[in-house]
């Protein structure tokens, strides 16, 4: 394998302090993922997807320990100082949350909160920043970007949101996006959009995500490869082909069973 | 399984007005000239975007909103001639279990005051031992058991809340549940349990369902006939199979390439579908009037500044003037493998 690895995880593990002692949420957890391509993991509420990509960012909550190896594109994630991790967050490595309403400050138009990330991450002056950024806007499909960032969040659609979110993790052409249920809160035409739009931007930035999901319909559309977790590890992983065809572990088993069982195309009850 | 006519809905309309204190908006169509028919025992899907007017569809058949235009019929009764007292009783053929499950139970009461509310005003009659027995039977069809009763709403995942809202909704031994996307938030295994509970719950008391859903997949699930709502308007509707086989408008066409098939080798197909039926720019038709699905149509025509009826094309309705034409088919194999 000769690809440059734009994300290598090693036994990571986070344990966050309880009332009743420690628990374990991530467990030993080890993936690699090359540039340019797409990761999903795929799981029920509560396996530990969440706190894995939170992990990742340095962004566990207060108390957890945090243990093993991340390094992105070679530079280590885990225990990294706090000002390190600030140069990379939002920078060479970004995240897309599943609620596109929460991630956004609702008091600030939408041009303040792009430009935000270019004047801090690249030192660029406000009227620049704002002109990459409306470039960005058009980038990902938004129609009269210059507009837009005069606007509000409440002013623009749930898809619309998604869409600024999606140009807000880009901005700095992170080497790896990690993206929560993104498309899980839209209606079903829009997330048919994103995730072609994150297709595209892949082809076009050759970024390496990292995708988190629980619809096994999002994963075959657009995951090369995919993983499972359960109760915070991963039980099984793979190309997404090889996992469909011949998944090994019952937690896949069911999740594709679940899937195939309520698929637009399966042969329902009438 | 479907038997006499139950629930008539003739040209329904509903306006809200946009809010303004001095110059109120004029009133937006939210609904506009949706008519359908529910036999007992029967399930019919509601489908759409957000926007499409579904859960305002839900609210105005059950009178939660006032109607502009349009008649409702229970068992050819008319709805909006019935005193409030009248209504009320009716309300127990009528019956709704809400997308948020938490948010639909009273976090103060116990299951057990929960489960005996609707009983208390249906059947005053009841002993306390009686609707106590009562309500640990419904528990137990949704696949709780008796400890469940001393609880609280909070103690419950999403599933088993919704197994409780579904419990209370059948203690009134309703005609119709109103089901407005109530599996959403729920995660695909827990999903499938509750879809398959509804199923099962209509085979065994005979309940019709209105089952309202952006998720494809749980309609072709659950429902034998489907009505697509775009805008406030009726696009399709029909038999399910025959809808999701061969949809012809292409706004039906939309939401089923939109639906992402789990696997991996549908994958391309799906997507060089999406990209035939996408439009670049949403075009601007020279009149307000006319197909409300034409700004987002890949098969636009001048004659779409006419507003198309609901027409007869095969076993389905559509509202589409193109529809049929050899252009527009799209054949079941294009996304089905």
Request: aromatic share 2%; glycine share 8%.
């Amino acid at each position: 394998m000769s690809a440059v690895l734009a994300l290598q995880v090693d036994g990571l593990s986070v344990t966050h302090a309880a009332a009743d002692g420690a628990r374990t949420v991530v467990s030993d957890v080890s993936f690699s993922l090359p540039r340019g391509r797409i990761l999903g993991i795929a799981g029920e509420s509560g396996c530990g997807k969440t706190q894995l990509l939170l992990a990742l960012l340095g962004l566990s909550p207060p108390g957890a320990q945090v243990g093993g190896s991340a390094l992105l594109s070679g530079q280590q994630l885990v225990g990294a100082d706090r000002r390190v991790l600030r140069r990379l967050r939002g920078n060479r490595i970004a995240m897309v949350f599943q609620d596109p309403m929460t991630a956004l400050n609702p008091y600030l138009t939408i041009g303040t909160q792009l430009a935000e990330v270019l004047q801090v991450h690249r030192g660029l002056s406000k009227s620049q920043a704002l002109l990459h950024s409306q470039r960005m806007l058009e980038a990902v499909g938004i129609d009269a970007p210059a507009r837009r960032l005069r606007q509000h969040p409440h002013e623009l659609s749930g898809g619309m949101r998604q869409r600024v979110l999606l140009a807000m993790a880009l901005l700095c052409e992170p080497d790896v996006l990690l993206a929560d249920e993104p498309t899980t809160a839209l209606d079903v035409t829009v997330q048919a959009q994103i995730l072609d739009l994150l297709l595209d931007l892949r082809e076009r930035l050759g970024m390496a995500v990292v995708l988190v999901t629980h619809d096994m319909g999002v994963l075959a559309q657009v995951a090369d490869d995919v993983a499972v977790m359960h109760a915070g590890v991963l039980v099984e992983q793979g190309p997404v082909q090889q996992l469909f065809d011949a998944p090994q572990s019952t937690a896949t088993q069911s999740l594709l069973a679940a899937a195939r069982q309520l698929s637009p195309t399966a042969q329902g009850l009438v | 399984m479907s038997g006499p006519l139950l629930l008539e809905a003739r040209d329904l309309a509903v306006h809200y007005r946009s809010p303004g204190l001095l110059r109120p908006g004029p009133p937006q169509a939210a609904l506009q000239g949706v008519s359908l028919q529910l036999d007992r025992g029967e399930a019919l899907a509601v489908v759409g975007e957000s926007g499409s007017g579904k859960s305002t569809l839900a609210r105005a058949l059950l009178r939660l909103e006032a109607l502009s235009a349009g008649q409702v019929l229970l068992r050819g009764e008319d709805l909006a001639i019935l005193s409030s007292q009248e209504l009320r009783a009716k309300r127990r053929d009528l019956q709704m279990i809400f997308q948020d499950p938490l948010a639909s139970l009273d976090p103060r009461m116990r299951i057990e005051q929960i489960l005996s509310q609707p009983l208390r005003v249906f059947e005053p009659q009841l002993t306390a031992a009686a609707r106590n027995a009562r309500a640990l039977q419904a528990l137990q069809q949704v696949g709780l058991d008796a400890s469940a009763l001393q609880r609280w709403p909070h103690q419950f995942s999403g599933g088993q809340a919704q197994r409780i809202g579904i419990a209370r909704a059948l203690l009134a031994q309703p005609a119709l549940l109103v089901c407005d996307e109530p599996v959403s938030a729920l995660d695909l295994p827990i999903r499938l349990q509750v879809l398959q509970l509804l199923a099962q719950q209509r085979e065994q008391a005979g309940v019709a369902l209105l089952f309202i859903a952006h998720d494809l997949a749980a309609v072709r699930f659950l429902c034998e006939r489907t009505l697509v709502l775009y805008r406030g308007k009726v696009m399709e509707q029909g038999p399910t199979a025959a809808l999701f086989n061969s949809p012809l408008h292409p706004y039906t066409q939309t939401l089923l390439a939109a639906a992402l098939p789990a696997d991996p080798r549908a994958a391309a197909a799906s997507r060089a579908r999406r990209r035939q039926l996408a439009v670049g720019a949403p075009l601007s038709l020279p009149s307000a009037s006319g197909c409300v699905f034409a700004a987002r149509c890949a098969f636009v025509q001048p004659q779409c500044a006419q507003t198309p009826l609901l027409r007869q094309v095969g076993d389905v309705q559509v509202a589409c003037h193109r529809a049929g034409e050899p252009a527009l088919q799209l054949r079941g194999s294009d996304i089905s493998s």
